[in-house]
């Protein structure tokens, strides 16, 4: 079963990197301020282009304990007086001010700031604290990379940046709207539910994108083990009758990536047989629940979370913080504002459901101006990919369309 380890930690890398995030990756310490001028990590010519008519001001917010972060704040040029704001709340790992995507896929943040801008929206997109730089670039300082508490930072440095935002002579303090992805919804929600007790005026509106609509152990839960069981369900088991044979077996792997595929081989298959180690009761076919499951709770070390041997330290730390604080279901609900939530029905790190229970949650609390857009085909970083190997990309146009028509009509 050492084939199966490999696995889990394929599984894991997906996670652990950043935990409910895009899985952002991090840059060399060479890459220099020139990519904030290309915004999305594309040409700089396109950047320029997609900034047109937006005066792009860079600004530093102190976060304290040592750490001045930069941010750039943005307005439509010629604007004059006090403008409704957005601010960008990332997904979780160390992210830049534009959640730039690894393998040059662009960022999340740049189209949605640009959208904003062209509805007479200032926007606000900062440097997570350990950030220097656009790619990410991470500090060397492991006190401001590892921070005790480090959720609670997080959160604490969001309403920095609110304050920041409020006292701007750009902006108008009654009109600032939160836009969070993935952590980032659970940073809004958290802020929005609560705005006293962190010291910030509360937001004019709320939008989610990729909802942490559950607790953190489920979601972890689920990326690192029951995804696994939802992928044979949905891929091997032809005939859905919850159990394999060797041919639905066989057939599920192909397809699939080689080291996926090696992986769930030596889980299902002993030559071309059913495992025999895995098939308990011996009648030639594999319960993809009661009998893959078994053998994948055991070789992911599902039961002894948080503490699983693949997630390092900090992770550990990062996952039993954000235990300490409600889900979205839970703060946003006290929220009387208005919120849009928006998730891809393919999003394997904040299931769909997630966010319907989320929703359903502020609607039962009264808030009468909430939506709810789940869109077919989409994955966690809001682009259209395939189910179960997600690719980076930018937000799909719908999404883009939807919050903008959004903003424009609680402007």
């Given at each position: ?5 490999n ?51 860079q ?62 929206f ?35 440095d ?14 108008d ?24 007790k ?34 044979m ?17 066989a ?39 009661a ?12 039961d ?36 849009l ?21 502020v609607?039962?609390?009264?808030n ?5 857009v789940?869109?077919p085909g ?5 682009n ?28």
């Amino acid at each position: 079963m050492t084939a199966t380890k490999n696995y889990r930690k394929l599984t894991i890398g997906l996670t652990a990197a950043a935990i409910l995030a895009a899985g952002v990756g991090v840059a060399s310490a060479d890459v220099t301020g020139s990519a904030l001028a290309g915004g999305s990590g594309t040409s700089a010519a396109a950047g320029r282009s997609g900034w047109d008519g937006i005066t792009r001001e860079q600004v530093r917010i102190d976060f304290g304990k040592g750490w001045v972060t930069d941010a750039e704040l943005t307005y439509p040029r010629g604007a004059r007086g006090r403008l409704p704001v957005v601010i960008f709340l990332h997904g979780s790992g160390h992210n830049d001010m534009n959640q730039t995507l690894p393998d040059g896929k662009g960022s999340t943040f740049v189209p949605l700031a640009q959208a904003a801008g062209r509805e007479g929206f200032a926007t606000l997109r900062f440097n997570k604290r350990g950030v220097t730089d656009i790619g990410p670039v991470e500090s060397t300082d492991p006190a401001q990379l590892l921070p005790d508490n480090p959720y609670r930072q997080i959160q604490l440095d969001a309403a920095s940046v609110i304050r920041f935002a409020a006292k701007s002579p750009k902006v108008d303090p009654s009109k600032i709207f939160l836009v969070g992805h993935s952590e980032g919804t659970n940073v809004a929600a958290n802020l929005a539910g609560d705005p006293g007790k962190y010291g910030i005026p509360k937001p004019a509106g709320v939008v989610e994108m990729g909802v942490v609509g559950k607790p953190i152990k489920d979601l972890l839960t689920f990326q690192i083990y029951g995804r696994l069981l939802l992928q044979m369900h949905d891929e091997f088991d032809i005939d859905g009758d919850g159990l394999l044979t060797a041919t639905e077996a066989a057939d599920g792997l192909v397809g699939q990536p080689k080291a996926e595929a090696d992986q769930f081989r030596s889980v299902l298959l002993d030559g071309r047989k059913v495992s025999a180690a895995t098939d308990r009761n011996h009648d030639g076919r594999i319960a993809i629940d009661a009998e893959a499951g078994a053998v994948l709770r055991k070789t992911t070390h599902i039961d002894d979370y948080p503490n699983l041997p693949d997630l390092d330290p900090y992770v550990i730390s990062y996952a039993k913080d954000f235990a300490r604080f409600p889900t979205v279901s839970q703060a946003l609900p006290k929220f009387r504002g208005p919120t849009l939530m928006l998730n891809g029905e393919n999003d394997l790190q904040t299931p769909a459901r997630a966010a319907i229970a989320a929703d359903a949650a502020v609607a039962a609390a009264g808030n009468k101006d909430h939506k709810l857009v789940i869109y077919p085909g989409m994955a966690h970083t809001m682009n259209i990919t395939p189910k179960f190997h997600p690719e980076f990309g930018e937000p799909d146009k719908q999404v883009i369309t939807e919050i903008q028509g959004w903003l424009k009509s609680h402007r």
